[in-house]
């Protein structure tokens, strides 16, 4: 299948300052592709560009085969965006909201209603309906801002830092909500700039920094490759550390060496190593044929932060 979103070589300068600096990536249809990066990274500016919103310095994305940049109409027709802010809306009910922007995609007036009462079904606030807009609390209007982006039932939903502001309650429901649209079949691009805010729901993610991918594809083919990758903290009686720092360094997968002192006289050794279980054992196993006093032997497993943090480390300027 020909990817739901394609973009290639896409840039964005404002002056001699790169924004987004030739980025390229694809999402393929049906995922929930999550798009991490510290702030300032680019994230707001890509999400911009792809709505038709901006337009790029250079380089090219399409949308279902459509080009953001020479059919505008086609893009917002297939896209449902929510912003990065909400915007006031005194004096409006929640249903008035949603009424008002389903006129503006032209849903004729004897459909409104019934889509307005689906859509509130859909973000569970059937209750709120007469509520005014502003009333809300921030998970509700999040909610409302969802359900505007889906007015016009669009393929793809392309949202802006969504879980940003939530309290851990709304964030949770929230991510329900899009798992739930992930099972309709919709697309979802979204940003987040916390990764362990959208891993759990997203299939695929996209690593910005400084207006560079650092990585993207599927998820659990970026952490199966990042465990490769092991910490191991071995721990040996004072005396011996050089000779065990010796046999390390002629045993193959060990890429860093690091030695603490404990404190009470003893060492311990953090090894970066690559290979797999039985390499691991083995690497003990050649430390205590050669007669080191090892006191400890342990992994410590990267979590999905670390590997963000190392992914993005030394990128920044
Ligand atoms: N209109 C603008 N003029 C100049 N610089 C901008 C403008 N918009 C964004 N930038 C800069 O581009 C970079 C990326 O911003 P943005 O896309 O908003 O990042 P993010 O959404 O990841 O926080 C930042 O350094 C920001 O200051
Ligand atoms: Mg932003």
Not at 286 to 309: H, N, Y
Request: with cysteine; net charge negative.
């Amino acid at each position: 299948m020909p990817p739901i979103i394609d973009v290639e070589n896409l840039t964005k300068r404002y002056g001699d300052r790169a924004a987004v600096d030739s980025i390229s990536f694809s999402i393929e249809p049906g995922s929930i592709f999550g798009f991490i990066g510290p702030n300032g990274a680019g994230k707001t500016t890509t999400i911009r560009i792809l709505t038709t919103l901006l337009r790029p310095t250079s380089g090219w994305a399409t949308v279902d085969g459509h080009s953001i940049t020479d059919e505008p109409y086609a893009i917002r027709r297939i896209v449902g965006y929510m912003p990065d802010f909400f915007g006031v809306y005194t004096d409006m009910t929640v249903w008035e909201y949603l009424d008002f922007f389903s006129a503006c995609y032209n849903i004729p007036a004897s459909q409104r209603p019934g889509l307005v009462k689906d859509l509130l079904a859909l973000v569970d606030l059937s209750h709120r309906r007469n509520d005014f807009v502003d009333a809300l609390s921030r998970g509700m209007k999040q909610r409302l801002c969802l359900a505007r982006a889906l007015v016009h039932d669009p393929k793809v939903l392309v949202l802006d830092e969504p879980a940003s502001g939530l309290d851990p309650r709304a964030r949770v429901e929230f991510r329900a909500l899009l798992a739930e649209l992930g099972n309709m079949g919709k697309t979802i691009f979204l940003s987040s700039h916390i990764l362990a805010d959208v891993a759990e729901i997203c299939t695929e993610i996209g690593i910005i920094e400084n207006g560079h991918i650092v990585t993207h594809g599927n998820i659990e083919a970026i952490k199966r490759h990042l465990q490769e990758e092991h910490h191991l903290c071995i721990r040996v009686l004072g005396d011996s550390v050089e000779q065990a720092k010796s046999i390390l360094a002629t045993i193959q997968g060990v890429q860093q060496m690091e030695t603490k002192a404990t404190g009470d006289g003893d060492w311990n050794i953090l090894v970066q190593f690559s290979g797999d279980k039985a390499a691991i054992s083995h690497l003990l196993k050649q430390l205590v044929l050669a007669d080191v006093p090892v006191l400890a032997f342990a992994e410590e497993s990267a979590s999905l932060e670390d590997v963000f943090m190392k992914l993005t480390e030394g990128i920044v300027s």
